[in-house]
């Protein structure tokens, strides 16, 4: 056989061989492959687009992909900066023209990254940000706000302020409404008024078939793609999203809040007492978790945080006024607000914490805050983390000795030890959360028995290190630590979560799932959104590998030509 006509026949031989195989093995299309869409066909479906398309090829993209928690960084192939409802149903449609794996982001604070996946297309809604603030409706004494998911928090509060109106947020200025209220939300005014999700309206979503539904506690209003509308009397999908989970039912194209009045003036108090003090040497950790267990009966309108970490800190003679510098292991921040101006009653809800202050010489301030928005712009949101996070719902009722010395250890033996961060955040829950029925939302009973939202942070030591170190080493001893601290709590927040937990169906909604799978198979049949720990997702769901089928197809392909080449030789 001629060598150049035999070449031929096998490189045809190896190109079929490659297209055989031109899905990834999950069935999605991978970049460089013959079902991916052209430069043309993106060019024209940008041009569709109110909004518009960003490759990796373009300028910006390297910086926008970047996640908050930068543990798990992945590439889309394509992000869709949409723009209007008509933009994200044309990315649905698009992406299932052309077999694209869809990940949907507002902020990208999602701690298990979540919010996008190497060769996604990414749904990108941080520039929807319209809203409709009402000060009075039917449906709510207050008025309420109809917001897109792109606006933050703390853009949120800014113009609410004008109205004199709060809402129930988060404390994260960055964080966005989208995945926040699909997983829950929680605040620091939620044991004044709820989570989010219990303050919810309204939900408007865009379906896995590019049909818009209008969701509220008995109704599901369906515009189908040829614009007929149908009323279904059915609060099933308005139940599924106040808790189902982010990315999973449909893209929130716009929420719909209840609003309450604002309070002339906040109070605040801060302080801060070292668990841990050097010389002389003083271990504060058991008081100081007995403190923290007092605020359990603090009245309603007291909200906010507590956090601990096992980090060193030391205060100069300078600051202090001491004759040495004071070296201290570990400390606990509070952050406590009142809903409420003052009235002088403020020191009789923190006798304990005021006499043990007084004590040892802790400074600790009350402030007044002249409103909400003041209050929420004190909040630290740093751009990015690396962290491996272990949370639980904490009962109060497990608030005891063993989970003092619990953390005593964990903090100043096992993690020290290791050179590990550790920084835990109690949110402070029960009041109204509790009010709530346990099956009003799809959220873990354990919510509506919590005293807070347990959520800790792990980490290395050295924000240098490199980031392999951080996957061998951090990421498996938090997992431990997480898998301990459940004890302690009675389920987990969803969008604080532990990312390998194999109970993360039961931790996040209890008895709920199924009901929620359910609802999900019915709008969702063919699992169009699938996510990491998602509804209706396995547990591998939420990635898209093309690299191993084009190795295999490649190993083939070898083979196949040394094969030919063998006998047609
Ligand atoms: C600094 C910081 C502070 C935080 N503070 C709080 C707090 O005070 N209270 C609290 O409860 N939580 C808080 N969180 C956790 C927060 O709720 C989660 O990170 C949540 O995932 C953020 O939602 P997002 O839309 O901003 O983020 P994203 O990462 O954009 O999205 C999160 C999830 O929701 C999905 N999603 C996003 N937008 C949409 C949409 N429009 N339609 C459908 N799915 C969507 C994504 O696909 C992803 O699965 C905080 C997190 C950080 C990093
Ligand atoms: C995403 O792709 C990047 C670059 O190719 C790779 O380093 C990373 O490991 C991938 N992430 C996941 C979760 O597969
Ligand atoms: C807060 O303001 C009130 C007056 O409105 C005042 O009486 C009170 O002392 C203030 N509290 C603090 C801690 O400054
Ligand atoms: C879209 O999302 C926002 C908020 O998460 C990011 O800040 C942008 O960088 C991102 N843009 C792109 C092109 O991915």
């Known amino acids: 056989m001629h060598s150049l006509y035999k070449v031929f026949v096998l490189s045809t ?16 299309c991978c970049r460089k492959e013959s079902c991916f869409p052209s430069k043309t066909q993106i060019d024209n479906f940008e041009a569709t687009l109110d ?29 869709a900066m ?65 917001v897109q998911t792109g606006r933050t928090w703390i853009e949120i509060y800014e113009l609410l302020d004008q109205y004199d109106r709060v809402i129930v947020g988060g404390s994260g200025k960055t964080v966005t409404t989208g995945g926040y209220t699909l997983g829950g939300g929680h605040s620091p005014i939620s044991k004044t008024y709820g989570l989010a999700v219990d303050n919810l309206l309204e939900m408007q979503l865009v379906l896995p078939d590019g049909r818009i539904a209008t969701c509220t506690e008995t109704q599901t209003v369906i515009e189908h793609m040829d614009g007929t509308i149908e009323t279904l009397q059915d609060g099933d999908l308005f139940w599924a999203v106040r808790g189902g989970g982010g990315g999973t039912y449909g ?18 108090l801060s302080v801060t007492i070292p668990l841990k003090v050097h010389v002389p040497y003083a271990d504060f950790t058991e008081p100081v978790f007995e403190i923290v267990k007092k605020f359990n009966s603090l009245p309603d309108e007291w909200g906010g945080y507590f956090i601990f970490h096992n980090w060193d800190v030391t205060y100069k003679k300078e600051d202090t006024g001491l004759d040495n ?4 292991t570990g400390s606990l921040s509070l952050h406590i607000n009142k809903l409420a101006p003052w009235d002088g009653t403020e020191h009789d809800a923190f006798t ?20 909400f928005y003041e209050y929420a712009k004190l909040a630290g949101d740093p751009p990015s983390v690396r962290t491996s996070l272990a949370t639980t719902l904490l009962q109060p009722g497990k608030q005891n000795n063993e989970f003092t010395q619990f953390f005593k250890k964990q903090l100043f033996d096992e993690f020290k030890a290791k050179n590990i961060f550790l920084a835990c955040t109690g949110t402070l829950l029960g009041g109204q959360v509790k009010r ?37 080493f951090v990421i498996g001893e938090g997992n431990k630590f997480s898998e301990s601290l459940q004890r302690f709590g009675d389920g987990m927040y969803l ?5 390998a937990n194999a109970d993360w169906k039961k931790d996040f909604w209890g008895s709920h799932y199924n009901r929620l799978l359910t609802i999900k198979r019915r709008y969702d049949p063919d699992n169009f959104f699938t996510c990491h720990h998602c509804v209706g997702s396995d547990d591998n769901a939420g990635q898209v590998t093309c690299d191993a089928p084009r190795f295999l197809c490649n190993y083939f392909c070898v083979m196949l030509v040394a094969f030919l080449y063998a006998i047609l030789k």
Do not use: W
């Open 51 to 79: 909004g518009r398309v960003v490759m990796d090829s373009d300028n910006e993209y390297e910086a926008a992909t970047l996640m908050y928690n930068t543990v798990r960084q992945m590439y889309p192939s394509i992000v």
């Open 352 to 371: 304990g914490l005021i006499s043990f202050c007084n004590t040892y010489d802790i400074p600790y301030t009350f402030s007044n805050q002249s409103s």
């Open 436 to 472: 709530f029925a346990a099956d009003s939302t799809p959220l873990s009973p354990g919510f509506r028995t919590a005293s807070s939202c347990l959520s800790c942070g792990v980490g290395l030591a050295d924000p240098n290190s490199v980031l392999a170190q951080f996957e061998d």
């Open 82 to 146: 949409v723009n209007s409802v008509g933009d994200i149903q044309k990315a649905i449609l698009f992406a299932r023209e052309h077999n694209l794996f869809v990940t949907v982001r507002s902020s990208g604070h999602d701690y298990s990254g979540r919010s996008t996946a190497n060769n996604s297309l990414n749904i990108n809604l941080s520039e929807m940000k319209d809203y409709e603030v009402k000060t009075d409706s039917s449906r709510s004494s207050s008025g309420e706000l109809k």
């Open 251 to 268: 893209v929130t194209v716009y929420n719909v809040f209840k609003l309450h009045p604002a309070p002339q003036s906040m109070v605040l």
């Open 13 to 28: 031989l190896c190109y079929v061989s490659f297209l055989g195989s031109s899905h990834a093995a999950d069935g999605y």
């Open 495 to 499: 969008n604080e979560p532990t990312r």
């Open 325 to 328: 510098d004071l070296k201290t």
